[in-house]
């Protein structure tokens, strides 16, 4: 084997700690170590990340990918429109709420990716997902247009 799954992911062994890492570790680890120490905030990185982990998730169905993403603790998904050419999703309780607001800021493009990349194998062609509300930026939600 020369790579991992997401099936691998959820194999925990840990006696003493659990199959938790706190909010603080995650957040340091996506806007410190990603956002502000590669080049272009890291985006290129975080969307080629996002998307793998879309795929690998194997879900089947977009209720399916909005319980994992809400088991998983990434947030709360909610459609908000819906049509034929697409749909908008806003995520509540995102990774980024509490955060300090920094206008013109948006760093959710990770899940934003990860709803991309599960859409696109669901759908089995193409999805487009641009994160287009942020915590950071002052919103009350992430929001994100999906595009088919």
Do not use: W
């Amino acid at each position: 084997m020369d790579h991992f799954t997401f099936t691998d992911m959820k194999k925990i062994k840990r006696e003493n700690l659990g199959d938790a890492v706190p909010l603080e570790l995650f957040r340091t680890i996506r806007l410190i170590g990603l956002y502000q120490a590669l080049p272009m905030k890291g985006k290129g990185t975080t969307l080629t990340i996002g998307r793998k982990i879309g795929e690998e998730f194997g879900v089947t169905s977009v209720n399916e990918l909005f319980r994992l993403f809400e088991q998983l603790k990434i947030g709360i998904p909610v459609i908000t429109h819906e049509d034929d050419k697409g749909m908008s999703i806003a995520v509540h309780d995102c990774f980024c709420e509490g955060l300090p607001v920094m206008e013109g800021k948006m760093v959710c493009d990770l899940e934003g990716a990860i709803i991309e990349g599960a859409l696109t194998k669901i759908r089995g062609k193409r999805v487009s997902v641009r994160e287009v509300k942020c915590n950071v930026h002052g919103d009350e939600c992430c929001e994100y247009i999906v595009k088919y």
